[in-house]
């Protein structure tokens, strides 16, 4: 999954590990005009389906980003 959001992309992928709750996503931030790597986010919780956990990875990067955490 890849969104625009307040001038920047965001780019949401999951990963599948053996475990009840196998989902985790995996959050990258990107500037949009030149698409440079600003940041990549973790999280540690799994959900039961690859789209539940990309919905939570896009709120924690856009939470991220309204929070000012972003360095530029």
Not at 61 to 67: G, L, M, N, V
């Amino acid at each position: 999954m890849e969104e625009q959001y307040k001038g920047h992309v965001i780019q949401v992928t999951t990963e599948n590990s053996n475990s009840p709750y196998p989902w985790k996503p995996i959050c990258r931030i990107l500037g949009r005009g030149d698409r440079k790597f600003i940041k990549q986010l973790h999280w540690s919780l799994g959900y039961k389906t690859p789209e539940e956990a990309e919905k939570v990875g896009l709120m924690i990067s856009t939470r991220w980003i309204d929070d000012g955490k972003l360095k530029r």
